[in-house]
């Protein structure tokens, strides 16, 4: 059974940083490209950013490039999001998901259960 | 980057009834390469339909998805009490990965 258990949202100050985490289970972790994705209070989804499934290859939404960082360890199965400069606007629920393909993003077969982002001074 | 624009907004039915919901791209998804998600209040997404019209496992027949290019539809065909949420379309064809706005289905 594929469990995807994202974690590390929290209440940040304007500026601040944080790391998000997700722990994969029940799949082969490195043979998929894995991705983060996000949903601000009463709207809809926003793709944030994937990573392949050798983490060669990093892919960003223009609203986060160069403050967010995807990175993927394998001997761990685990799945990170390095948030840097944060904003008001980057207030979500983060979603941690398996897509279902290795390259560069395609959909996603599986979501972790979410973490709660807030920006906020 | 492609908009997907799904409507309506709201849709309000009984159960037993069939829902269509509609996503359009504002410009082809190559290869038709959409899919559809179904998020109940407070949970995680759920993968429906890939491809357009592939059901994902574990999928009920009542669920289909139809269109190609621009216009995409997915069709619930009698509606279940669970069938009632946010369904989001997403496009996987071009860079970046956008998804249209949801459509509410509400029990009227």
């Known amino acids: 059974e594929v469990q995807l258990l994202d974690s590390g949202g929290g209440l940040v100050q304007p500026g601040g940083s944080l790391r998000l985490s997700c722990v994969a289970s029940g799949f082969t972790f490195s043979n998929y490209a894995m991705g983060w994705l996000r949903q601000a209070p009463g709207k809809g989804l926003e793709w944030v950013s994937v990573?392949?499934?050798?983490?060669?290859?990093?892919y960003y939404a223009d609203s986060v490039k160069g403050r967010f960082t995807i990175s993927r360890d394998k001997s761990k199965n685990t799945l990170y999001l390095q948030m840097n400069s944060l904003r008001a606007e980057d207030t979500a629920v983060y979603y941690c998901a398996k897509d279902a393909h290795y390259g560069s993003g395609s959909y996603f077969d599986f979501w972790g259960q979410g973490t709660l982002v807030t920006v906020s001074s | 980057e492609i908009v997907l624009t799904q409507s309506p907004g709201t849709l309000s039915l009984s159960p037993g009834e069939r829902a269509t919901l509609s996503c359009r791209a504002s410009?082809?998804?190559?290869?038709?390469?959409l899919v559809w998600y179904q998020q109940i209040p407070g949970q995680a997404p759920r993968l429906l339909i890939y491809g357009a019209s592939s059901r994902a496992t574990g999928i009920p027949e009542r669920f289909s998805g139809s269109g190609s290019g621009t216009d995409f539809t997915l069709t619930i065909s009698r509606l279940e009490p669970e069938d009632f949420a946010v369904y989001y379309c997403q496009q996987y064809g071009s860079s970046p990965l956008t998804f249209g706005g949801g459509t509410k289905v509400e029990i009227k």
């Open positions: 990573i392949s499934g050798s983490g060669d290859n990093t």
């Open positions: 410009q082809s998804v190559i290869s038709n390469y």
